[in-house]
């Protein structure tokens, strides 16, 4: 089991940047695949980015490509996720997650969940 803990969320300004955390403890780190997904009020949860094992594959939703950027430290057990560019429907809880296979877009395939961090553009 991995135990995963997000930071780095607030309120921000369109255009304004930020920087997602997400720390893993338990297991080992290297063994899991990541990814962050997002859900808004009233949404369903929707995939944002992944990021392999080694951190050599990355994939991204349309609507964040160019935009946000996933990567991993191993050494750390840590995902990040550098959110630039931020809109207003950007706005919502990011959650990273964690699944002991290959990279995916869905949620649901994903074993392990943080507590998400709530992410709010505004002006």
């Known amino acids: 089991q991995v135990q995963l803990v997000e930071s780095g969320g607030g309120l921000v300004q369109p255009g304004a940047s930020l920087r997602l955390s997400c720390a893993a403890s338990g297991r080992t780190f290297s063994n899991y695949a990541m990814g962050w997904f997002r859900q808004a009020p009233g949404k369903e949860r929707e995939f944002v980015a992944a990021i392999s094992r080694s951190g050599g594959i990355t994939g991204y939703d349309d609507s964040v490509e160019g935009r946000f950027t996933i990567s991993r430290d191993n050494a750390k057990n840590t995902v990040y996720l550098q959110l630039n560019s931020l809109q207003p429907e950007d706005t919502a809880v990011y959650y990273c997650?964690?699944?002991?296979?290959?990279?995916?877009?869905?949620?649901?395939?994903?074993?392990?969940w943080g507590q998400g961090t709530q992410v709010t553009v505004s002006s």
């Open positions: 997650a964690a699944r002991t296979a290959l990279t995916s877009r869905d949620y649901k395939e994903y074993n392990y």
